[in-house]
C-alpha cells in the first residue's frame, strides 16, 4: 500500500514538472515572437454606418454611388429606397 501512494506522488510530480516546463517554452516563444523583428500592426480607420450608426472598420465598409459607407448589404439595400 505504501509503494503506491509513493508511486501516485512520483507520477503526481512529473506530471507538475512537465506542465511547468510546457508553460515556461510556451511563455519564452510569445516573448520571441514579439521582439523587434516583428512588424507592427497600423490601427486600422473606423467608419459609421448611415444607416445604423454602428462603427466598423473600413476594410469592410460598402459605399453607395453618393459616398455614403454601410455596415451590411442589407443596409445598403434599405438605403437604395
Not at 523583428?37 to 466598423?56: K, L, S, T, W
Amino acid at each position: 500500500m505504501k509503494y503506491l501512494i509513493w508511486l501516485v506522488i512520483a507520477l503526481a510530480i512529473v506530471v507538475w514538472v512537465k506542465r511547468a516546463k510546457k508553460s515556461v517554452m510556451s511563455g519564452a516563444a510569445a516573448r520571441g515572437a514579439q521582439g523587434p523583428q516583428r512588424r507592427q500592426e497600423q490601427p486600422e480607420a473606423m467608419v459609421q454606418c448611415a444607416h445604423c450608426g454602428i462603427h466598423f472598420p473600413a476594410s469592410e465598409a460598402l459605399s453607395n454611388p453618393a459616398g455614403l459607407v454601410f455596415c451590411s448589404v442589407e443596409h445598403l439595400r434599405l438605403a437604395a429606397r
